[in-house]
């Protein structure tokens, strides 16, 4: 258990079982079967809303699908600074809705701020065809700094973006984790809080390719289908992504994997606020723990086979290191991750440093 | 087993216990597991050759990957005329190789004919910017006819590609298939036959979700790692994937699933044949059988749950039907058909037409 | 005057002279101009109706503006075999409106067949996604082979795409040869007969760079305007191109400049008819003469210093050459040829051959 | 006179005399013309450097061009906070070279800072695809504060980028101005200080459609060709384009328009310096000036018809107003202000505002 994040865990046994069983016997390829049926009205139960949903092979194809059925010509997306979409997923959602751009809005603790968001629109007047126009906004939750937003804050959000037109989009990644945290319904979280489209990620909560695009307004779904046929993510066996899903929205399972999740996520963090040369960035809300290390407490996790990658944020607005030779790291928690995985780290990072070399 | 398609079928009992294996413990994340580099290294000993492998979603993902690492500015790529990545992927390798058009070739039985192709790229003089530049040509096969071109058929037209500095791809979706009729070995296929990227599909054969683009020029690989990535297709538990393949690719399975499905093919073009009202559009190769049914044969099959589409082809050199009124179906056998259900379907088709309604 | 093509002329004199007018003093830019003003308001009289125009490059550029406006996704554009935004313009309207991919469709005389048209749509039934969605049916005025729709005609295609609620593009690089050949009006020609949208060419005319996308639906023109921007084509001094535009709408100057290419065509098509190895490939209708030229006519041509390059039709339709070694060329006068330029090129043509080499 | 910008201005005398002599006789389409073939030679000796140039309609085509020839898969493109190609083009380089993103540098007075490249070099590690891959770095000479890059400081971000293998672009919307002010040769602002490829803007100069993307490695040129006719920015009658940049590029007749447009944009600054109530943002280096302007100051200037538009700056960099309620502006001189124009303006600036309404 290496804590180098939520996706080097296998998938849940549940899933594991129910991939088993939906391998039997012939069902109509392209979601045309019974498990992709059962899936989506299981997406709607949990969102308690009509939805359009496409299974996708990646949270990037979840976002691109949503974003590009989003776009218009010229069209500007907002973000945080350190938005998936825009760092970490090669420019996937600007590939699949060509043309579009993103900016990037800053706010506190890696979130976009609405007042920022506010004036951000600013350089994008209607009509004024020179910078573009403004398309949408992107939100993740749980965000890139394992923050979580509520439902009111993801609602100051949309309504900035809703004045202005735009349409909202959910980068929701480990969005059972922020589900678990905030103890808010999925409909809460989302079009409640003025949300049109998540991109809904049960991947790393505890499936090996669980991931949906999730539209409110199913009016949308005629062109989207076409979207995502030509995004090449339409399985021809789509009865395995939807049994996967189903496993994990029957009975609360992701939510219950995601609470174990946090719940070792806060254990980890104790280990980082323990540890005499490590602090923590900020309050642990999430699975995720993002630490600031001295150069030591790196070489002591490294040595004891903890990869330490160092984390480059690129919003200004996180509180600095208590010593400008720290530097950031994250260590994330799984459905798998047990207390013992965490005691072991935890001693590891406590350990003093050995003498030097 | 309605004989739809092979994609009907769930997956063999191997992978769906490969499958299983994988779940156990942590694994990098992005395709940096064992996992992983067993697949990788089980691809170059079947090809016989170095190679550069990519897992995704989808055929349609394989095929683009493979055209876009091709392509130039205004590229144009060379098929069939009815070939899958033209007509039956949403123009997928289009969106990912934007820019990218297609010229489609005729030939006999489905597949491109050398001479054809020959032809075609007198309507791009090498310099001349008007018409784009020639770029790539795209096999397919088993083709979309059921037919498999043969090593030295692969060669003619890869010849002719090479002469103008083409690169040429194969689309493998039922290359096991191709393997089995043809007897020729996977190198036979493709490199040494002039091929410079394979789809390689084992999802129909046997996989949920076991598709790979396979380059032999290793050097390709540092930007289509990026492609890759921006395309979404990079699973983030690619272990699942991978395990998927090695179980395909160990011991001959996805050989012995195909000629499995090949025999039962041609036990239902044995059927197809000896049907008072329906006939073979060509002799069958594969496990895909292609049909001409009488408008009571078509009835027939429908009432007891086969469900027959009407095929409309774009080439106009298939041998026409025995009868105007006629209609051209598929039939396709996989690694799970029986015997019996072969024998059902015959049975159905051989009936003599209930009296007119 | 070598007959290689209608652009390679100049300007016309008032064209020249409104270019020099058009210099004087400042004026906003962008199109903010009383010029652009003014060609707008021409433009809507000319057509009798309420336009969206935008003002290009080139006709591709056109084109691509049009059908990128009418693109939906995974869309799918028909127009002829010969049609000249598939095949000599390296694929600029696919490139502009990404996932766009062409289907061919033959027809007599290189027009689209409005049965034909029908036909092709059968590939594409509505929601089934693999294919694409049929989105837009463009029509070349005069048309690739020098051939003119007459508003019946147009109306004819327009009929069948409207009833698949398609939407119907002209490319109009030749439009006002079409206007006086058929005598038709630009409304009759255009949105009387169904079409939502014309590339209007007067370059080739008599401007040097005078091509506008025209809109009937203005409803179109808030998205249009940030395609036009970010394609590129947003001239910062419009007003150059807007009084190339009003010189050749106002007083019919480029209605007269076309009649005069074409009574210059005719003339050229009875130099072709006339000689003794050497014919008429279609009744001439514009200023494009399409001929069947013998080896020896060639040679004499290119010996007298007029360019011959072999055509390379995509339809199979046209007439066959009286000889399968003639090949086929192309002539076209311009509003600058004059009768002694014809008369020169005719007496070239006609003169016997010379003694065999 | 507006000082708007300087495209407001028409063409100068020379441009439209030479494109008067362009009109004359035929020539060869698509720039295989003689006015076509002594432009480029023209561009060769102005440069000192074999060139490969493309002439286009707009300088978005320049930079979308120059910037797509240098695209890589999931390429990043770095530039200023306020780079024109991010945030003027309405995305259009990002259309052209799809899946491009863009990386933006702060630096002082609105230029790419050299050690801030570096360190936006950093979130892009070679080989890792989740980033993308850093491609080119583009820089704007005149900047889009006026200010200019002399020959070292743009070596010095040339230098940062060569380090990582990444190309160089410099966007020479007002290239000549920037000569005009440093006194540098086209060889020491551009190739001899490392950069690659130019968009070459005479246009604001004193053309009125003379733009040209400049290549310094003749090899790229193959595949551009393509590029640009499929960005649908090939001229048919190329020759106008051409005499216009001969006209400016003979006898250094662009030089001579940018000097008097820099001095007529010292005159300017030194009318805002003088002003009670306005203030220059930063010292002024080309033709154009931005000022810092109270409320009754730009009421002022509106009142007298001098259009004020607030800017609203990207880089947090630029020296802050005298006072908060203080908005920046913009006001370029062209070839065509005279000092009686700036006199005018400078008595509106000055004059003590009108009693309060």
């Not at 990644?173 to 945290?181: E, G, K, V």
Request: aromatic share 8%; hydrophobic share 50%; net charge negative.
């Amino acid at each position: 258990m290496t804590f180098a994040s939520d996706n080097w865990a296998g998938a849940s046994t549940r899933v594991m079982e129910a991939l088993g069983n939906a391998s039997a016997g012939d069902a109509p390829a392209y979601g045309g079967d019974a498990f992709t049926a059962r899936a989506k009205a299981l997406l709607a139960d949990t969102f308690e809303h009509e939805v359009a949903a496409f299974f996708v092979a990646t949270g990037s194809a979840a976002n691109a699908l949503c974003l590009s059925a989003f776009s218009r010509p010229a069209g500007v997306v907002f973000g945080a600074m350190d938005a998936h979409i825009a760092r970490d997923e090669a420019a996937a959602p600007f590939l699949l809705a060509p043309g579009t751009t993103f900016h990037a809005v800053e706010g506190p603790d890696g979130r976009i701020g609405p007042e920022e968001l506010s004036e951000a629109l600013c350089y994008y007047p209607p009509g004024v065809v020179h910078h573009g126009q403004a398309t949408a906004v992107s939100l993740t939750n749980v965000n890139e700094f394992g923050q979580c937003y509520t439902p009111d804050e993801t609602a100051a959000v949309a309504d900035v973006a809703k004045r202005r037109g735009l349409r909202v989009h959910l980068d929701g990644a480990r969005f059972s984790n922020a589900l678990a945290f905030t103890g808010a319904t999925p409909a809460d979280l989302t079009w409640r809080a003025g949300v049109d489209a998540v991109s809904l990620g049960l991947t790393k909560t505890g499936g090996w390719c669980a991931e949906v695009a999730v539209f409110f307004d199913p009016a949308v779904a005629e062109d989207v289908a076409y979207r995502h046929k030509q995004a090449a993510q339409l399985f021809s066996k789509n009865r395995f992504a939807a049994a996967q899903v189903i496993a994990l929205l029957e009975d609360g399972h992701a939510l219950t994997l995601a609470a174990h999740a946090n719940a070792m996520g806060h254990r980890l963090a104790e280990a980082v606020a323990a540890a005499p040369d490590a602090a923590l960035v900020l309050p642990t809300q999430s699975n995720e723990v993002f630490a600031w290390l001295s150069p030591a407490a790196a070489r002591r996790l490294e040595a004891a086979g903890y990869p330490v990658r160092t984390w480059l944020p690129h919003t200004r607005r996180l509180p600095p290191p208590p010593d400008p030779a720290w530097t950031m790291a994250r260590f994330v928690a799984s459905f798998r991750t047990r207390e013992e995985d965490v005691d072991r780290f935890a001693a590891t990072l406590a350990a003093p440093a050995a003498a030097p070399a």
